[in-house]
């Protein structure tokens, strides 16, 4: 069984940043593909980023490369999500996600190609 457990949301203002964490365990995550989804409330959940910790590319958003950032600290288990110049429309819950099969790049944007799911972490960003 694998754990996924997110942090880092928190309530923050318009333009400001903050870095979302997702570590997991349970076994030997290196061969992980893992990626962050976001859901806002009343709208569906949306992919965000994606990287594979056994040195895999990263894979962006259009929406919103050019304010997030995601990296892996492989010898942690661990992803982070850099969000900069936060938007009131970032407000959602952040899911982390993973799984050990093999995609394309674009096929790891459909949340169902993920095994395993964290509890989520919510991101507010007040006007």
């Known amino acids: 069984q694998v754990q996924l457990v997110e942090s880092g949301g928190e309530l923050v203002q318009a333009g400001g940043s903050l870095r979302l964490s997702c570590a997991a365990s349970?076994?030997?995550?290196?061969?992980?593909?893992m990626a962050w989804f976001r859901q806002a409330p009343g709208m569906e959940r949306e992919f965000v980023a994606a990287?594979?910790?056994?040195?895999?590319?990263?894979d962006i958003a259009d929406s919103v490369k050019d304010r997030f950032t995601i990296s892996s600290y492989n010898a942690k288990n661990t992803m982070y999500l850099q969000i900069n110049s936060l938007k009131p429309e970032d407000t959602a819950v952040y899911y982390c996600?993973?799984?050990?099969?093999?995609?394309?790049?674009?096929?790891?944007?459909?949340?169902?190609?993920?095994?395993?799911w964290g509890q989520g972490t919510q991101v507010t960003v007040s006007s």
């Open positions: 996600a993973a799984t050990e099969r093999r995609y394309t790049t674009s096929a790891y944007r459909e949340s169902y190609k993920y095994d395993f």
């Open positions: 990287i594979g910790l056994n040195g895999g590319s990263a």
């Open positions: 349970g076994r030997s995550s290196s061969t992980f593909h």
